[in-house]
């Protein structure tokens, strides 16, 4: 059974600070992505990432993928308000329905 | 083209009472999947399917819950007699297929509060 999670689950911080949230999952898959949520609302597709040493950035975040360790992580750079959201990472079960199985996710508040 | 629909967006049912939640899919995706998110938590798993036929339902509870997708129209995640513990929000997200390339597309979601 595919288990993935998250550290931290809250993070607080300050503006133009930078930080990093991980993602383990403990067996092997062939997509993993991320997604970020803000209250009351659906899940914003922000990354996919397909293989070993795949490296993916939109603005102030980038995130990176290490199959061999199965470890994701996704780093903020110079954090801003704006980014204050809930960050989930969802792995592909890959054996039969190929459902994603979410981490518990992090919620991240950036103080002025 | 119009993304993955969901209807209705707030539904308030007292217990023991029926949910009926309607998912349209992306035009051209066959594939549904159910999610559900109870509060400050991720969103889990519950039922996979294909036009008619129910794939993978193995996050399904056992009793109260059923999903159909007929041949025509949307896709119903059926509640019934609902509990205090099925307030939730309930995502559904569709695709094309299963194989790399089926990135899945969430909807809105539908929030389920029991009284």
């Known amino acids: 059974e595919l288990k993935v999670e998250q550290n931290p689950l809250f993070l607080s911080m300050q503006e133009g600070k930078n930080y990093t949230i991980y993602c383990n999952y403990s067996?092997?898959?062939?997509?993993l992505y991320w997604y970020r949520q803000d209250p009351g609302k659906s899940l914003e597709s922000l990354f996919v990432?397909?293989?070993?040493?795949a490296v993916k950035q939109e603005g102030r975040l980038m995130a990176s993928l290490d199959t061999k360790a199965r470890l994701s992580t996704l780093h903020i750079t110079a954090a801003v308000h704006d980014l204050s959201a809930t960050y989930f990472c969802a792995v592909v079960y890959i054996q039969g329905a190929q459902k994603l199985v979410f981490g518990q996710g992090t919620r991240l508040t950036i103080n002025p | 083209n119009a993304g993955v629909m969901q209807n209705p967006r707030h539904l308030v049912r007292r217990r023991g009472q029926e949910a009926r939640l309607r998912c349209s899919p992306m035009?051209?995706?066959?594939?549904v999947y159910w999610y559900r998110q109870l509060p400050e938590e991720g969103l889990k798993f519950m039922v996979y399917?294909?036009?008619?036929?129910?794939?993978?339902e193995s996050g399904m509870p056992k009793e109260r819950f059923s999903a159909e997708f007929p041949k025509e129209g949307p896709s119903i995640l059926r509640i019934q007699q609902v509990v205090r513990g099925d307030s939730a929000a309930y995502f559904c997200?569709?695709?094309?297929?299963?194989?790399?390339?089926?990135?899945?597309?969430f909807g809105p979601g539908t929030r389920l509060t029991v009284t």
């Open positions: 990432l397909l293989s070993n040493g």
């Open positions: 035009k051209g995706h066959s594939h």
């Open positions: 399917l294909q036009k008619e036929n129910i794939i993978d």
């Open positions: 067996t092997t898959s062939d997509r």
């Open positions: 997200a569709s695709s094309l297929g299963v194989t790399s390339a089926g990135e899945q597309y």
